[in-house]
């Protein structure tokens, strides 16, 4: 257990809705990361958030959104859903810092079907 | 920009030992770090290269070349299980943005 969560773990909907995928980092992690993981595809870096803040942003589309909270879990918003959104949405957590082994822990992810 | 290359697939003998070589050019380096991913699962950490050279951790060594943006995993005496994903991934710039290569699929045979 890598001590991220992510909720749901599953989730089924049709295109053209929205979703709200959630994270709870660990425990004293200020810095959360989203990817999104399309089937036999790398990890596509989308956003980082650090202690509430955007840090920074990868190839994110404009119908996807995120934020951190005050309580530093996260949510990533997908709106006006297609097909190609289908994938795993992974989150990650970690403190930042040049120092050796603080490498990011990775919740289960979850995965989205589009139909 | 941010560009990393690792071959897409590998193949190897069960108890041989298989290098996984990562080449990168990214806008700021603080860091290389190596993951495994087994499919359908979540990646987990297997080593961290901040300086140039080899660092061991039993079956696995991951080696760093910051003048050459060059790193490789070796993996000794493989197993069946280490048939995996595994990721290169580069922490960069001011905000530490963890970035991924796209993986190497290795498949282990007996």
């Known amino acids: 257990d890598s001590g991220v969560t992510q909720t749901p773990k599953h989730l089924i909907t049709a295109t053209g809705q929205r979703v709200t995928l959630r994270c709870s980092p660990r425990s004293g992690d200020l810095s959360v990361y989203w990817y999104q993981q399309s089937l036999d595809q790398g990890l596509q870096f989308l956003i980082q958030y650090y202690n509430g803040e955007e840090r920074a942003k990868g190839n994110i589309l404009e119908r996807f959104s995120a934020q951190q909270f005050p309580d530093l879990h996260s949510e990533l918003n997908l709106s006006s859903l297609e097909l190609g959104d289908s994938a795993l949405y992974f989150c990650a957590s970690s403190v930042p810092s040049k120092d050796a082994d603080t490498e990011a822990f990775f919740g289960q992810g979850t995965r989205l079907t589009v139909v | 920009g941010q560009n990393i290359d690792q071959p897409t697939e590998m193949t190897a003998t069960e108890g041989a030992i298989v290098q996984i070589n990562c080449t990168y050019q990214?806008?700021?380096?603080?860091?290389l770090f190596w993951y495994q991913q087994h499919a359908g699962e979540a990646p987990t950490f297997l080593s961290y290269n901040v300086l140039d050279g080899l660092e061991e951790k039993g079956r696995f060594s991951s080696f760093l070349s910051r003048s050459k943006g060059y790193s490789y995993l070796l993996l000794k005496e493989l197993q069946m299980k280490d048939s995996a994903s595994y990721l290169c991934a580069v922490e960069g710039g001011a905000t530490n943005k963890l970035i991924f290569g796209t993986g190497t699929l290795l498949a282990v045979q007996p």
């Open positions: 990214t806008s700021g380096f603080n860091g």
